[in-house]
């Protein structure tokens, strides 16, 4: 989350920091919402992670083209992130394909896919964008939490909570240090 100096010394939001606070608490709270609704009750939920999978791909995508420099490639970088997703989706399918043959309990799917989602954010973030690594960790460490702790919620809005505030002091830093160098 990138800020500029106001003319009063204060340093102001951008809209790109503004545009990665949305897509990070909607993506975060879209996954505690799966993680969570899957946790009470896995049966019916693989429409909802499908689509989950495609919305993280998607806005994984617009946050690498917001953050991008004038040397970025629309269609390489769309077909490498597509390819990425497509993968996170196809892994999945195989959850569910192996809850119908009775290898997995329906009860494990929230963790189970909220592992494997963290896992793609964090690849994403990897290979494209760093924002989507802090992404990754959040639904991580929310999917640890719902595993340990019967009463999550609290602790999926602190991890949330953590999540933002740690982006924010990584792009305050890397604002900073530009800043010096100019």
């Known amino acids: 989350m990138t800020t500029t100096p106001g003319e009063d010394g204060e340093r102001k939001w951008t809209w790109r920091s503004i545009f990665d606070a949305v897509i990070g608490v909607a993506l975060l709270a879209l996954a505690f919402i799966g993680i969570g609704a899957s946790d009470v009750s896995g049966a019916g939920s693989q429409a909802y992670w499908s689509a989950l999978a495609i919305a993280f791909g998607a806005a994984a995508f617009a946050v690498d083209w917001v953050h991008a420099d004038d040397e970025f490639e629309f269609w390489p970088a769309a077909f490498a992130m597509a390819a990425h997703w497509?993968?996170?989706?196809?892994?999945?399918?195989?959850?569910?394909?192996?809850?119908?043959?009775?290898?997995?309990?329906?009860?494990?799917?929230?963790?189970?896919?909220?592992?494997?989602?963290?896992?793609?954010?964090?690849?994403?973030?990897?290979?494209?964008?760093?924002?989507?690594?802090?992404?990754?960790?959040?639904?991580?460490?929310?999917?640890?939490?719902?595993?340990?702790?019967?009463?999550?919620?609290?602790?999926?809005?602190?991890?949330?909570?953590?999540?933002?505030?740690?982006?924010?002091?990584?792009?305050?830093?890397?604002?900073?240090?530009?800043?010096?160098?100019?």
Not at 101 to 120: E, F, K, M
Not at 122 to 131: D, I, M, Q, T
């Open 86 to 182: 497509i993968g996170v989706l196809a892994a999945l399918q195989l959850v569910y394909l192996f809850i119908a043959s009775g290898r997995i309990a329906n009860a494990d799917v929230g963790l189970v896919n909220g592992t494997l989602l963290a896992l793609g954010a964090y690849l994403s973030g990897v290979h494209a964008n760093w924002r989507m690594i802090v992404v990754g960790v959040a639904v991580a460490l929310a999917t640890l939490s719902v595993a340990w702790v019967e009463q999550y919620l609290w602790v999926l809005f602190a991890l949330a909570l953590l999540a933002l505030v740690a982006t924010y002091l990584v792009a305050r830093a890397r604002s900073r240090a530009r800043d010096n160098e100019v």
